[in-house]
């Protein structure tokens, strides 16, 4: 059901690789709601996914961008503004990768170049969004930017790696950018820690389906799907949010506040 909460918005989406992924799902939601959308992920990835479909389905333009890359990113968004006809309302930052979870490497026996790698593709690249929007004075008033973190930034997941650290130099980030934007033209920044989701990416941490199994158990709500992020991320992206900034904001069923819950006890029995 579509209530027209982003009508006449305008709005970036990186990271849409398949039908799985939670940027694909909000991508659609926002068209649904009425925005115009450009969308982008990094030439490799485009090469494995299918962005180009949706591209078409939802009449966005893809423009490839390495979002570490500041080149690419004053690129994609100048032809953003140019295909808006001006600036940009919403941006939604889905973007992470790992080398050290990719090749087995332990927490305990890490590669440093390939951690710096992971730093810069996991969370520096959202301050290079962000910088690249503020130098080009690319966002409309009260526009939001929002970016996808897990609960690992805050407690230990052992098998989540130096993406922990990732995520929470990603909300760090949030919460200092969205101070300057806040304070320029009322634009929000914030950041959606989610629950365990089955998407491409997600899955091929070692031992996901079984921590996903334990999170809906231990959830009240259970866990939150990809398609009820997108639901989030429109509101976030909507003017019904317009006074919640630099906020980590928890959409994991209820998580987040659990200590233990008797659903799980004995499951291992």
């Known amino acids: 059901m579509s209530y027209n909460l982003l009508k006449g918005k305008t709005g970036v989406v990186f990271g849409a690789l398949d039908e799985k992924s939670i940027a694909w799902k909000t991508a659609e939601r926002c068209h649904e709601e009425g925005a115009r ?9 485009m090469r494995f996914g299918k962005i180009q479909e949706l591209g078409e389905r939802l009449d966005a333009p893809v423009i490839p961008a390495d979002a570490t890359s500041l080149d690419d990113l004053q690129n994609l968004f100048e032809k953003s503004m140019e295909h808006f006809g001006g600036k940009i309302d919403f941006v939604l930052h889905s973007i992470g990768m790992s080398l050290n979870v990719r090749k087995g490497r332990a927490y305990t026996d890490l590669n440093y170049d390939w951690m710096m790698k992971t730093l810069d593709i996991s969370a520096i690249s959202f301050h290079k969004v962000m910088q690249t929007l503020w130098k080009l004075d690319g966002m409309n008033e009260w ?6 973190t897990y609960i690992a930034a805050q407690r230990v997941f052992p098998d989540y790696n130096e993406m922990a650290e990732a995520k929470a130099l ?26 365990p989701t089955v998407t491409t990416a997600g899955s091929g941490v070692k031992g996901f389906m079984d921590f996903f199994n334990y999170a ?13 992020c997108a639901n989030y991320l429109v509101f976030l992206f909507s003017d019904l949010s317009r006074k919640v900034t630099m906020q980590n904001l928890f959409h994991d069923g209820g998580f ?5 819950n008797p659903a799980i006890l004995g499951m291992e029995e």
């Open 37 to 45: 959308l450009v969308l982008t992920n990094a030439p490799v990835a």
């Open 170 to 195: 990603l909300e760090s980030i949030a919460r200092s950018f969205g101070y300057h934007w806040g304070m320029r033209c009322k634009v929000r920044v914030n950041t959606v820690s989610q629950s």
């Open 216 to 228: 809906e158990k231990m959830s009240p709500l259970g866990n939150a799907t990809a398609e009820e």
């Open 256 to 260: 987040s506040s659990m200590g233990v």
């Open 143 to 148: 526009g939001s930017i929002a970016a996808l």
